[in-house]
């Protein structure tokens, strides 16, 4: 689906790239940054203790521009999801949030398509989008996964599908995301965009997962987190599933969001109390729970496979 500019939006973003010794591909995402339709940006750094010559990229590229457009800063040196979420504390009053990894690519159209979503969309808060997964040269692989929604509480608490490399936040889930972030910096929730889906829609926030590719997506030995669109990678976070890792992901989760539970709508408040009562159930009466919840993942054999996992008491929270 091509995209079709409708009219200049007007809005101020600020771009938050998470730099972790990423000078190999930089260059190319600066440059693509530059390259952006809609110019009304600001980009600020978060290096994370790099040991290469990224920072001094960055610093020679903020000389292009004039002072304060381009900025480096020091992350928490807690891994990337910290890096991410340490950013909600960036932006000012009536910028948008714009979060960028260090290898892709955005193609030129990226900011501007998300800001007309999001201006189409006045209940949304958060946006993202599909990308095109490429080898580590750049050459196009494949699309990422397209899903049919609806893009709800019910599904965040138990899938990720906003890719956070995608990800804008409006100003006003930002006012109420970064009240929210210390809690889920603390837990170390092993996703900041996964955590974000999860936070901005129980607040009562819409969710875009815009269909067309935004970027290309950089695939290397390097990358945190992989392509999920082929056998081997499904099979894998299958794996994860029942090896227990993924139970272990909810529940930081569900402690991040208690703590911030006055932030969330009524009815989110009460759907994650139960679902937090559930996991801490015998296999058979979890599933039962879940079912009543209405929780889902984005495909009928994804569904299966959590309520397979939750059977069998790998999603069982320990108690004592």
């Known amino acids: 689906m091509p995209w079709q500019k409708q009219g200049k939006v007007l809005a101020k973003v600020l771009i938050g790239l998470g730099l972790y010794n990423g000078a190999q591909h930089l260059a190319a995402q600066l440059d693509s940054i530059a ?7 600001r980009l600020v750094v978060s290096d994370d203790g790099s040991a290469d010559a990224g920072p001094a990229m960055v610093e020679r590229f903020a000389a292009r521009y004039p002072a304060g457009t381009v900025r480096l800063t020091r992350g928490p040196a807690k891994g990337a999801s910290c890096n991410f979420l340490s950013m909600l504390a960036l932006p000012e009053a009536g910028e948008y949030l ?7 690519v955005w193609k030129p159209e990226k900011l501007d398509r998300a800001l007309q979503c999001l201006e189409a969309r006045p209940d949304a808060g958060l946006y993202s989008a599909r990308t095109t997964i490429c080898d580590n040269d750049l050459n196009p692989l494949a699309p990422s996964r397209s899903f049919p929604g609806p893009f709800n509480f019910q599904n965040a608490l138990v899938q990720a599908v906003t890719a956070g490399n995608t990800c804008v936040l409006t100003p006003a889930a930002i006012r109420l995301a970064r009240q929210a972030a210390p809690a889920a910096m603390a837990q170390r929730v092993e996703s900041h965009d996964w955590w974000l889906y999860q ?9 875009i997962r815009d269909d067309v590719e935004v970027l290309f997506y950089r695939q290397h030995d390097e990358n945190l987190k992989g392509r999920n669109d082929t056998l081997p990678a499904m099979r894998s976070r299958l794996g994860q599933l029942f090896a227990g890792s993924y139970g272990g992901w909810l529940h930081r989760n569900v402690d991040a969001l208690s703590a911030a539970s006055d932030l969330l709508l009524p009815e989110s408040q009460e759907t994650l109390a139960r679902f937090s009562r559930a996991l801490t159930k015998p296999g058979p009466l979890m599933a039962i729970d879940l079912a009543r919840l209405g929780l889902r993942r984005q495909t009928p054999m994804g569904t299966a496979a ?3 996992a939750a059977i069998a008491g790998r999603l069982r929270r320990k108690e004592g």
């Open 35 to 41: 390259a952006q339709d809609f110019m009304d940006w």
């Open 199 to 207: 936070f901005v829609s129980g607040a009562g926030m819409g969710i």
């Open 306 to 308: 959590l309520y397979a």
């Open 98 to 104: 714009a979060l960028a990894d260090q290898d892709d």
